[in-house]
């Protein structure tokens, strides 16, 4: 696996691999996440990833020169989060090809996120993540290394979506 640093070209690759999410999280009948909707399908979903990626730094996992994973890092939060009120980065938009299932995309990219951070001078690394169901996604994120810090919800198309952020000093 290599992991390579992305561009607004690679756009097109990071809403497949949120698009192949999405089809997977419904294909386990896990729709309140993401929806059942693709991200192309979505324009404000669209327009989301066009403006992470154009104020931060997408990364690319490839896997024989195939994008198996994504994940894009800034210096802060979305604007349904607070700041944390000292220097950070903070991870959006990771997605995996589930097709590269067992290859360890999802945590290299996050190891690769906190060396990026490392190697920025910053000591926090943060995320938020959905945390309703099972809390398996939550989970995943401590078994990376982060711990939970605040729980908080939003709304979205007129539902309450339960969400977590975790952080991890590096």
Known sequence: MKIRKGTTDDIPAIL???????????????TRQWGTRPWTERPGAVEMVHTYVAAGTPWIAEVDGVPAGTLT?????????????????????LAAD???????VGGALLAHAAEE???????????????GDD????A???GNGFVRTEPF?????GADWPGQ????RV
């Open 153 to 157: 919800t939003v709304t979205v198309d």
């Open 135 to 138: 809390g398996k996604l939550v």
């Open 140 to 142: 995943y994120y401590e």
């Open 117 to 131: 951070t490392r190697r920025a001078g910053v000591s926090l690394l943060r995320v938020d993540c959905y945390a």
């Open 98 to 104: 589930h097709r590269f299932a067992g290859h360890g």
């Open 16 to 30: 497949g691999l949120l698009d192949g999410a999405v089809a997977w999280l419904v294909s386990q009948g896990r």
């Open 73 to 93: 890092l800034s210096e802060g939060p979305g604007g349904y989060v607070a700041p944390a009120g000292e220097p950070e980065r903070y991870v959006h938009l």
């Open 165 to 168: 952020v975790l952080a991890r």
